[in-house]
């Protein structure tokens, strides 16, 4: 009697084992034909470009950050965490089992399996829910502009109403903003951020923002040393702001990060929108912010067109404006100075990769290119008022 339950006991745990590795094959297989069928729908049917990007895509990004904007905290990093650590378990395990069992085609297929699964689950939620919008050109669809080139006298134009505008706009900093960073951005800087894209929206250029998810990172002070001042989590819906940074950078850091969320994901696209929100905005320290941003974008696109006046005319670009200007752009310059090592090249290097593979074929200087469209932003304005 005892045998007959112990093998009735066993045959139900195989059964038991059997019908859910089976099942769990089923659900990646199924997994992978949701990710087959979006890549086919995108490129065989062109209504569904419209469809993802106008109903599918803006539900999802909203119900991402209805469900993560009330966690004080960012989840999207925890995120990370949860899987690095997943991940050293499983080369723990596998050299546990390598030790103790030796080497052998199913330790390696079960490791591998494992890898596998995780990376078609992450990669189906990225492009899925977010990475098709690198394939959009949002800035032509929205703001009828193009990425054209620029003359030398264009850039030199440009940069004078940089300068001028950043002058015209210039706060001293508040000592609070100083200390408590985290309290200062989350009661300062996300509410005006927030009516900042409230006024752009009323001027009739994007859509409305809900249910805000704008939160400063877990991880600001490796995120000092690998040069980052902010990110989109595409995962949680949530934008993670370094609130490390200097102070006068972080109201047009916020509003690039809501950029992504609303959907514009090339780098200079957000550069572009986020730069009209902060220059909607009502508050002139998020005008300056903006304005001193792009000012150091044409400086450095001066540094490296080659003409031989431009060392003369970036010394009088420099001597023409305030005194608390130069301080500021002194203060980020030393900011970046102060963390400026391998981690930070390292990671220019992997996100110049990312950047490439997901159609910005100038990597990490497609940050650069929002030039091009402010150049283009002028005419219009000049043309059509």
């Known amino acids: 009697m005892n045998t007959l339950v112990s093998d009735l006991s ?32 995108w490129l065989f049917i062109p209504g569904f470009h419209l469809f993802w990007l106008h109903e599918l895509a803006p539900t999802w990004w909203q119900f991402q950050r209805l469900l993560t904007g009330w966690v004080p905290f960012s989840l999207g990093d925890l995120g990370y965490v949860a899987v690095l650590l997943w991940l050293l378990w499983q080369i723990y395990a596998f050299i546990r089992s390598w030790i103790s069992k030796g080497m052998h085609f199913r330790i ?12 078609s689950l992450m ?3 990225f492009q899925l829910g977010w990475g098709f919008a690198y394939l959009l050109p949002r800035i032509q669809q929205s703001f009828h502009l193009q990425l054209k080139s620029y ?7 440009l940069a004078r109403w940089l300068a001028a505008a950043t002058n015209a706009y210039y706060v001293q900093q508040e000592p609070e903003s100083e200390t408590h960073r985290i309290a200062y951005f989350r009661e300062n800087i996300v509410p005006k951020a927030m009516e900042a ?24 002070t490796a995120m000092n040393y690998m040069g980052i ?36 994901a090339q780098e ?45 005319f970036l010394h009088q670009l ?29 990671m220019m290097h992997v996100y110049d990769v990312f950047l490439k593979a997901n159609q910005q074929r100038r990597g990490i200087h497609s940050y650069q290119q929002v030039i091009a469209l402010l150049i283009q932003y002028r005419k219009e304005i000049k043309e059509h008022g």
Request: overall charge neutral; some cysteine.
């Open 197 to 220: 894209y409230h006024q752009l929206h009323l001027a009739g250029m994007t859509g409305t923002y809900h249910h805000p998810s704008i939160k400063p990172s877990l991880f600001r």
């Open 268 to 312: 200079y696209a957000a550069n572009f929108v986020g730069f009209l929100a902060a220059t909607h905005a009502r508050d002139s320290l998020f005008r300056y912010s903006a304005y001193l941003d792009m000012l150091l974008y044409a400086f450095n696109s001066l540094r490296h067109y080659g003409h031989a006046d431009d060392s003369l």
């Open 10 to 41: 066993l045959l139900l745990r195989k059964c038991r084992r059997s019908w859910h590795t089976r099942w769990q094959m089923y659900a990646f297989l199924g997994w992978l034909g949701l990710i087959a069928l979006g890549w086919s729908a």
């Open 229 to 264: 001042e902010g990110y989109y989590n595409p995962f949680t819906g949530e934008a993670q702001v370094n609130t490390d940074i200097p102070p006068v950078l972080l109201p047009f850091v916020t509003c690039h990060e809501m950029a992504h969320q609303m959907g514009f």
């Open 123 to 125: 990669y189906g939620w």
């Open 318 to 346: 420099w001597e023409s404006l305030l005194p608390g200007v130069k301080q500021d752009i002194k203060s980020i310059y030393a900011y970046e100075q102060a963390y400026a090592g391998p981690a930070d090249r390292l």
């Open 151 to 157: 003359s030398h006298a264009e850039l030199q134009d």
């Open 108 to 119: 390696w297929s079960r490791l591998l399996g494992k890898i596998v699964l995780a990376t």
